[in-house]
Structures are given as structure tokens and as C-alpha cells.
């Protein structure tokens, strides 16, 4: 129960009028220069930057953990106006916005409390989920934990369809230890910085319509 005050009651909604001015702004920069942007498949680190400043990756954070405390109808009208400005941004926030959900209803408050703290600094969440295996239940990336690695637990695979984590500061990714079992406090999931695992994000899908917003594979 308490998640779910968490995630849906424990906050007044901030006024709508003032979100979407807050980030007007901001919207109005990332729209200079988009067309050039996707025809030459400029990659926006500097428009993501500017979202990160602004404090975009932190709307859904209750105000009494640093957020903006604002409701999901407020993330999509917020979503609404930056798609307007770029659309291939609100696709590479995706990940970030499914991350945020699952931090407010974890039911482990230790996970909750740190990566509140966490998003709550403006720090960038990707995904690194999918695999050619066409599902969640048998991942074939691997952790190895520090009695196998001298300096630490370390990731081994491949991920696919990991849009918008070439942009981001943590990489949520899922994997299985050496006796298949998921890893880390969530199903099978947990997060990373790449340059603590060493993950490299390539932007390997060129042909794809959504030009710009770091649909690549991520290896470890």
C-alpha cells in the first residue's frame, strides 16, 4: 500500500500551466535546428543535456525527494510538447520514464529510497533489456559476482533495442547469474554505469526511421 501512495497519492500535483512553462524554454531551443538534426542524423547529447538541466528526468519525483511531483496525465502533456519540438526525444526518454515507474512502486524501500536520491540529481536512466532469445525469461547476458572477478561483479552480453541509453548516465539491464537466477533487487534486473561495467552503446540501426534517438545494441 505504501508504494502505491508513493507512486500515485503522496504528492498535490504541481499546476499544469506552470510544468509546461517551466519547460517552454527549453522545448523552444530543442525545435532550432531539428530538421538539419534528423536529415543529417545529428545525435541531440547537447538537446538531452539541456533536459537533464532542466530537471525533465526528475518530473515524476515526488517534491519531498527532489522532483517536480507531478502526476502521469502532467508527464504526458509534458511528452505532448516536447514531441512537438522533437519527437525523437520523448523515444529516447522512454526507458528513463519506464525506469521511474518501476523505482515508485518497487516494494523494497531500500532500492526506492537510493534511486530516488539518485534520479532526484537529474541523472539519465537507458534500458539494455531486450536480446534475440525474444524473451525476458532466459536472458542470455551474464553476471559474474566478485568471488568470480577479482575486481568486482562484471556483465557479459549483448542487448538490443536499448533506445536512448547511448544518452544516458545508468543503464537499467537485465541478466542472469551462473545459476540462471535474475540479479540484483528487482526481477532479474538492476542498474549500471557504463563506465564501471565497461558497456559500450552503438548506434547500429541506421536504417531505422527514428534516426536520433539511439536505438543501438549495448554490449558488456
Known amino acids: 500500500m505504501s508504494t502505491t501512495i508513493l507512486s500515485t497519492l503522496g504528492h498535490t500535483d504541481p499546476p499544469t500551466a506552470e510544468l509546461r512553462s517551466h519547460f517552454a524554454r527549453v522545448f523552444d531551443r530543442i525545435s532550432e535546428g531539428v530538421l538539419a538534426r534528423e ?74 529510497t537510493f534511486w530516488l536520491a539518485e534520479l532526484a540529481t537529474g541523472v539519465m536512466v537507458g534500458n539494455a533489456e531486450s536480446e534475440r532469445t525474444g524473451h525476458f525469461a532466459t536472458p542470455a547476458t551474464h553476471i559474474h559476482d566478485a568471488q568470480e572477478v577479482p575486481d568486482g561483479a562484471e556483465l557479459t552480453g549483448t542487448k538490443y533495442y536499448s533506445t536512448g541509453s547511448i544518452y544516458a548516465d545508468w543503464i537499467f539491464v537485465s541478466a542472469a547469474d551462473r545459476r540462471g537466477c535474475g540479479s540484483g533487487t528487482g526481477p532479474g534486473t538492476d542498474a549500471a554505469q557504463p563506465p564501471l561495467v565497461s558497456a559500450q552503446v552503438r548506434r547500429d540501426h541506421p536504417a531505422w526511421t527514428s534516426r536520433t534517438t539511439g536505438t543501438a545494441s549495448a554490449s558488456a
Open 39 to 112: 536529415e543529417q542524423r545529428v545525435l541531440p547529447y547537447e538537446q538531452v543535456g539541456w533536459l537533464k538541466e532542466a530537471g525533465f528526468g526528475r518530473v515524476r519525483i515526488p517534491r519531498e525527494h527532489g522532483g517536480f511531483g507531478a502526476s502521469l496525465e502532467q508527464l504526458a502533456v509534458l511528452l505532448i510538447d516536447l514531441g512537438a519540438a522533437d519527437s525523437n526525444l520523448v523515444q529516447a526518454w522512454r526507458g528513463h520514464i519506464g525506469f521511474v515507474e518501476f523505482v515508485l512502486s518497487h516494494a523494497n524501500e531500500d532500492y526506492r
